[in-house]
């Protein structure tokens, strides 16, 4: 368990399907501070904020929709992780995402609480581990 709290963004506009993630988490052995917002633009907005260390996507939203919504978020927050949280079990979406650099996918209506957990940890520190391989080799090179 880690000892901070983990700040995470839903960017989801279904109450229903925001609702169920943030079940999901308060069922959860993690201290996790879940902020939602509906729209990609109130995202960003809320990205210069408060960093989150992960964000929760869905690709659908009512001011972007598709690949064009991570590739905004991404420009926006190209260090963020993003799990995309889809309503559709649809491996080219997933495959896409994942070219895009996306750590993980997951379908809405198969999230669970330890699943959930699961992702979210794996997301950061697969993107930590990244951080510090660049680091090293960075470091390797100037000294050379």
Same mark, same amino acid.
């Given at each position: ?64 929709? /598709? ?54 940890? /794996?997301?950061?520190?697969?993107? #930590?581990?990244?951080?510090?391989? #660049? ?10």
């Amino acid at each position: 368990m880690y000892e901070s709290r983990i700040h995470v963004l839903l960017i989801e506009d279904n109450p229903g399907d925001a609702d169920l993630v943030r079940l999901r988490l308060d069922e959860g052995k993690e201290a996790i501070d879940l902020s939602c917002v509906a729209r990609l633009e109130d995202a960003l907005a809320a990205i210069d904020k408060d960093f989150p260390a992960l964000v929760l996507l869905d690709l659908n939203l009512p001011d972007s929709r /598709g690949p064009d919504t991570l590739r905004k978020l991404l420009a926006k927050a190209p260090g963020v992780p993003v799990v995309i949280i889809s309503g559709q079990d649809d491996e080219a979406i997933a495959l896409n995402a994942v070219l895009q650099g996306v750590p993980d996918f997951m379908v809405k209506g198969d999230i669970t609480t330890s699943g959930l957990e699961r992702v979210i940890h /794996g997301a950061i520190e697969r993107r #930590a581990l990244l951080r510090s391989t #660049a680091l090293l080799s960075y470091t390797a090179g100037n000294h050379s």
